[in-house]
C-alpha cells in the first residue's frame, strides 16, 4: 500500500512528565507502591506510547477495565502484572484469564462462582465500600464462592475522593473492617485522588489513573504533576478575511475589521467539542483566539498576533487539564480520553 503522508493532527506525549508523574505518585504513596490504571488506551494516549514509559519509570501493575484492552497492554508487560477491572462476565472471558495469565477482578457472586466453576487461579477481588458501582458487599464476603478464591489484592473504590467529605473515612472504615474477612495478599483502596488524602488510605498498592497523564485531581497535587499530553495543529489555510465577513456554521462571528485568520484541521470528530468557543491556540507565546463555532474537522483562529504564519505551519491548542476544565466545563477524565484517533 502507498504511504499515508504526515498528518495535520499530532498528539506530543511528554514520556518524562508521564514517568515524572508515576515516580511523583510513587513517592506519595508512602510505604506503598503506585500502580498505573492504563484502560482506555492509557486514557486516550496510547498504550504503546505509555505503557513501556510506566514499566521502564518502575510500575509493576496495571488496570484495565475490559478483556478487548488486554492483548495491547501483555504486549509491552508480563500477564501476571495485569488485572482486569470489570472481571469474567462469560465462561469465555474466564477461560481468556486462565489461557493468558491475567487476573480478573472479581466483583459479584457470580463471578466468584463462574471463577471457581472454570478452575480458578489468582484473581484480584473487589469490595463495594459504598460507591454502589462493581463489587462484592461485604456482608457476601462470607459466601463459601468468595472464601474459596484466591485472592492476590482485595479492591475498593472511593467515590469522592477528589473532595473532602465524610464519604472518604465512611469507605476507608468499611475497607479496613473487610480485610480480616478474607485471605488476601494485599489491599489497595486509593486512586489518584485517594493518594492525596494520605497513608491510610494507601494499603499496599495505589491505582493512579488520571493524575499519570497530568490531571490535578486534588489541590495536594498541583505543582507534582505535569501536564504529558499537548494537541498540535497544522494550518490547512490562511487567508484575510473583510469586516462584516462571518465565520463559521451559523455566523456567530463577524469580522470588526479586516483580519488574517488561519484554519486547523481539527474539531469536535477529534474531541476539542464546541466548549472550546472562546479559548485560543498558541504559537510560541502568542495567543491565537478560536473564532465562530468549532466544526467537525476545523477550526478557525485569528491570527493577528501572528500574521507571519501561513499554511503548514503548527499551532498548539493549550492542555493544561485543570484549566482546560474551567475553560471546556468537562472534567479532566473527558478531556483525556474523548481525544480522537486522527492524531499523528
Known amino acids: 500500500m502507498t504511504q499515508l503522508p504526515p498528518p495535520s493532527l499530532r498528539l506530543i506525549i511528554d514520556n518524562q512528565a508521564l514517568a515524572d508523574n508515576w515516580l511523583a505518585l510513587d513517592r506519595m504513596s508512602g510505604t506503598a507502591r503506585a500502580g498505573a490504571a492504563v484502560k482506555a488506551d492509557c486514557y486516550g494516549l496510547g498504550v504503546d506510547r505509555c505503557v513501556p514509559e510506566l514499566w521502564q519509570a518502575g510500575c509493576r501493575d496495571f488496570f484495565v477495565a475490559h478483556w478487548s484492552e488486554v492483548p495491547g497492554v501483555i504486549a509491552h508487560v508480563p500477564a501476571q502484572r495485569v488485572a482486569v477491572l470489570h472481571g469474567p462476565q462469560t465462561p469465555e472471558d474466564a477461560a481468556f484469564a486462565r489461557e493468558t495469565g491475567v487476573r ?62 465524610a464519604m472518604n473515612a465512611r469507605q476507608l472504615a468499611v475497607f479496613c473492617d473487610c480485610l480480616p474477612a478474607i485471605s488476601h495478599r494485599q489491599a489497595s483502596l486509593a486512586n489518584s485522588a485517594g493518594i492525596a488524602l494520605g497513608g491510610d488510605y494507601a494499603f499496599d498498592l495505589t491505582r493512579p489513573g488520571l493524575a499519570l497523564y497530568g490531571g490535578v485531581p486534588r489541590p495536594e497535587l498541583a505543582g507534582r504533576i505535569a501536564q504529558v499530553a499537548y494537541p498540535q495543529a497544522a494550518l490547512i489555510q490562511t487567508r484575510t478575511i473583510g469586516a462584516g465577513a462571518s465565520v463559521g456554521y451559523n455566523a456567530t462571528f463577524t469580522a470588526p475589521a479586516d483580519m488574517r485568520i488561519g484554519v486547523v484541521s481539527l474539531g469536535y470528530a477529534d474531541g476539542i467539542l464546541r466548549s472550546w468557543a472562546g479559548a485560543h491556540f498558541l504559537h510560541g507565546e502568542r495567543k491565537l483566539p478560536i473564532l465562530g463555532k468549532v466544526s467537525m474537522d476545523m477550526i478557525v483562529i485569528d491570527l493577528a498576533a501572528a500574521p507571519e504564519l501561513s499554511d503548514g505551519d503548527w499551532v498548539e491548542l493549550p492542555y493544561h487539564l485543570p484549566d482546560a476544565a474551567q475553560q471546556t466545563t468537562l472534567s479532566q477524565y473527558e478531556l483525556l480520553t474523548i481525544l480522537g484517533n486522527r492524531f499523528g
Open 104 to 165: 480478573p477482578v472479581i466483583d459479584s457472586l457470580r463471578q466468584a462462582r463462574l471463577w471457581g466453576e472454570a478452575g480458578g487461579g489468582p484473581c484480584d477481588l473487589m469490595i463495594d465500600s459504598g460507591i454502589n458501582r462493581l463489587g462484592i458487599a461485604p456482608a457476601e464476603l462470607a459466601d463459601p464462592a468468595v472464601q474459596a478464591l484466591d485472592v492476590h489484592t482485595l479492591l475498593s473504590h472511593l467515590a469522592c475522593a477528589d473532595e473532602d467529605v
